[in-house]
């Protein structure tokens, strides 16, 4: 998610947040366990029935349902299902559209203030009247009582009030053009004033109030149960209810869902077994939905270590990289080649890495080596790092260090490298590798994210790199003036097309200078049986429960 004129410090924490890491690894992870006597037993009850309830197969396990400390995947995924925001998507679409607003905000000249109209005859599911004043207390408790995601809005927001009835103004610290679409996070939803409270740490993990179409009926250490909520005030679901089982690992997922013991199956399986699904849907056995996804894999280089101190290593770095190869042997075509830090997603992108470097162009890698000073008899020796939790990133590792070693004629020398995802996640913002393969999970969905939280330094310089910033936390320490201005100037910057051309030109330096190479882009892989349909994404990565019927 992106910080707002924020503290990058806490970019560290964002990059750092295993279980969001861990989970989009294969979800699999859990952290603890429920006290809760309405505990439902994970079975095959409810499935695949005539009593138009849903069941959803998953590996990823909650943490908490309280949207002021949710930043997982798979806590924000059914608080996402159970909540309304002021802002939402179009699925298959960035573009934010009004769901507890009316409109999209009214905003000051100076971009600091945003007036928003809000919805009339909206309830909870206590019953307790939806107004501007639960819509204050809601945006107040996700900064004040400090949760995981706090600072997404407590770096940004100066206030918010309500300014009548149906009326909710927010004053900013900065501007920031992306605002809206922070507004649009899963955790900054509305929840009933009469449910929670406000206070640092004042969390209630096992429960959920919220306005939107379902209501927490049951919830236990391996199930939720959600069903209708009858007084909504939009579209009701098109399903019954919803029973969400939470398998203990992806081989269990996978067998419920071939056996038929859940309608629809999301996060996580192995690639292996998304091809195996892949190929049961194309005989007509069960149906697969893909998406375009927001998250992307990159490599990092740590400008403050030799060799990659100089420009020109970075350079044939990143046209040594095969994408295609990469796509291929690595993720079985499960994913999109990306030659930007802004993935396609976003009309601003510009493949630019692709068309400066391509995709095995050695011979220019080979070039810019020598320029630099190095030959087989001097090679350039880069370790490169991941954590030891991403098979993934293993197998990537393994098939760049291949490449160098075949193809460079040994002026290139990968050593790979894998330490404990803790270790990993804590030393690599104190510049301990000198390269690494990383994703990155949007926190809201704006080119800002892509950009801000890998580029922006407010402390450095360009002889010791930087020292505290975003592009510290993710462990290349790029430091630039040019580019921290061009990030204030986007942020700033209400004109879309003004905007894009900024966007262009920080893709431009990104390209010159290589502080990353961009990998690739991820497909989210949705399996729903036959007779199941409706089955859609958000482009937040949340499946949409509502409009999923049988």
């Given amino acids: 998610m992106t910080l707002f004129p924020l503290s990058l410090r806490r970019?560290?924490?964002?990059?750092?947040?295993?279980?969001?890491?861990?989970?989009?690894?294969?979800?699999?992870?859990?952290?603890?366990?429920?006290?809760?006597?309405?505990?439902?037993?994970?079975?095959?009850?409810?499935?695949?029935?005539?009593?138009?309830?849903?069941?959803?197969?998953?590996?990823?396990?909650?943490?908490?349902?309280?949207?002021?400390?949710?930043?997982?995947?798979?806590?924000?995924?059914?608080?996402?299902?159970?909540?309304?925001?002021?802002?939402?998507?179009?699925?298959?679409?960035?573009?934010?559209?009004?769901?507890?607003?009316?409109?999209?905000?009214?905003?000051?000249?100076?971009?600091?203030?945003?007036?928003?109209?809000?919805?009339?005859?909206?309830?909870?599911?206590?019953?307790?009247?939806?107004?501007?004043?639960?819509?204050?207390?809601?945006?107040?408790?996700?900064?004040?009582?400090k949760g995981k995601p706090s600072f997404l809005l407590a770096d940004t927001v100066n206030s918010v009030t309500a300014t009548g009835e149906n009326e909710l103004t927010i004053k900013l610290k900065k501007p920031f053009a992306a605002f809206p679409s922070l507004l649009a996070f899963s955790g900054v939803c509305a929840v009933s004033p009469k449910a929670y409270e406000l206070g640092a740490g004042k969390f209630k993990p096992n429960t959920f109030v919220g306005t939107g179409p379902y209501k927490l009926a049951q919830y236990g250490t391996d199930s939720l149960r959600m069903d209708v909520f009858d007084k909504y005030w939009g579209d009701k679901p098109a399903n019954q209810g919803v029973n969400v089982q939470i398998q203990t690992s992806p081989v269990n997922l996978f067998n419920a869902f071939r056996t038929g013991a859940v309608d629809v199956a999301y996060l996580s399986l192995q690639p292996d077994q998304i091809r195996s699904l892949e190929d049961g849907s194309k005989k007509g056995d069960w149906q697969a939905i893909t998406a375009q996804g927001s998250v992307v894999s990159y490599l990092v280089l740590n400008r403050n270590q030799k060799p990659l101190d100089k420009p020109e290593v970075r350079q044939a770095i990143a046209a040594i990289i095969d994408r295609p190869l990469l796509n291929e042997r690595v993720l079985y075509g499960q994913a999109d080649a990306l030659y930007s830090m802004i993935p396609t997603t976003f009309n601003v992108s510009q493949p630019l890495f692709k068309d400066k470097y391509g995709d095995g162009k050695f011979d220019q890698a080979k070039e810019l080596l020598t320029k630099a000073g190095y030959s087989k008899e001097n090679p350039v020796k880069i370790p490169v790092w991941y954590p030891s939790s991403s098979p993934t990133r293993s197998l990537a590792a393994q098939t760049l260090k291949s490449l160098a070693d075949t193809k460079m004629d040994g002026i290139v020398q990968l050593e790979v490298n894998t330490v404990e995802g803790p270790t990993f996640f804590k030393d690599i913002s104190k510049g301990l590798y000198p390269a690494a393969l990383l994703d990155w999970y949007p926190d809201f969905l704006d080119p800002d994210n892509y950009v801000q939280p890998f580029l922006a330094c407010q402390k450095g310089s360009d002889a010791k790199g930087c020292e505290d910033g975003g592009s510290q936390t993710q462990g290349s320490f790029y430091y630039s003036e040019t580019m921290n201005k061009l990030i204030d100037q986007q942020r700033k910057e209400q004109n879309p097309a003004a905007r894009e051309k900024i966007f262009a030109q920080i893709q431009t330096q990104v390209a010159n200078d290589v502080p990353y190479v961009p990998l690739w882009q991820n497909k989210d892989y949705v399996f729903a049986q036959k007779g199941v349909s409706n089955v859609q994404l958000d482009p937040t990565q949340n499946l949409i429960y509502k409009t999923i019927k049988k």
């Fill in 11 to 145: 970019w560290g924490r964002l990059t750092q947040f295993l279980s969001l890491f861990c989970l989009c690894l294969f979800l699999v992870i859990s952290c603890g366990t429920r006290q809760q006597a309405n505990t439902t037993p994970s079975g095959n009850a409810n499935t695949l029935g005539g009593d138009g309830r849903i069941t959803i197969g998953t590996t990823a396990k909650p943490r908490t349902l309280d949207p002021a400390d949710a930043y997982e995947l798979a806590s924000l995924g059914l608080v996402f299902n159970m909540s309304d925001r002021l802002y939402t998507y179009e699925p298959g679409s960035t573009e934010i559209k009004p769901q507890l607003a009316t409109s999209l905000p009214k905003v000051s000249p100076d971009g600091l203030t945003y007036t928003i109209p809000l919805r009339q005859g909206v309830v909870f599911h206590d019953g307790t009247p939806f107004n501007a004043k639960a819509m204050e207390f809601s945006i107040q408790r996700f900064i004040e009582n």
